[in-house]
């Protein structure tokens, strides 16, 4: 059974940090890259970093490139988020895909497995 759970959301000020992790389980593709995504509030999903499992290439989106850093020790992926934004306020998914194109994989729609989510709201 394929399990990715998510950790570490919360409420955050502008400006300040967090890290997400995915603890992953159960998926076992020799190649497959895991992903953060985010859905805002009246809004779609949308991608925000993958990672390749094996080789550790990663693809960002263009609005957090400078800002969040994915990292992974397998099997927990995490996601350091820096100088958050209020906009970046939305359930983030943690997914999994196989595979091994990590830029490709933040344009996906559609992933293999998904988690339940964890909410991350910046406000002060």
């Known amino acids: 059974q394929v399990r990715l759970e998510e950790s570490g959301g919360g409420r955050v000020q502008p400006g300040g940090s967090l890290r997400l992790s995915c603890a992953v389980s159960g998926f076992t593709p020799t190649y497959y890259v895991i992903g953060w995504f985010r859905q805002a509030p009246g809004k779609g999903r949308e991608g925000v970093s993958c990672?390749?499992?094996?080789?550790?290439s990663t693809g960002y989106a263009d609005s957090v490139e400078d800002r969040f850093t994915i990292s992974r020790e397998n099997p927990v992926v995490d996601l350091e988020m820096n100088n958050l934004k209020p906009e970046n306020t939305a359930v983030y998914y943690c997914?999994?895909?196989?595979?091994?194109?990590?830029?490709?994989?933040?344009?996906?729609?559609?992933?293999?497995?998904w988690g339940r989510g964890t909410q991350v709201t910046v406000s002060s």
């Open positions: 990672i390749a499992r094996r080789y550790g």
């Open positions: 997914a999994a895909l196989s595979g091994e194109n990590a830029r490709a994989c933040v344009k996906r729609l559609q992933m293999d497995y």
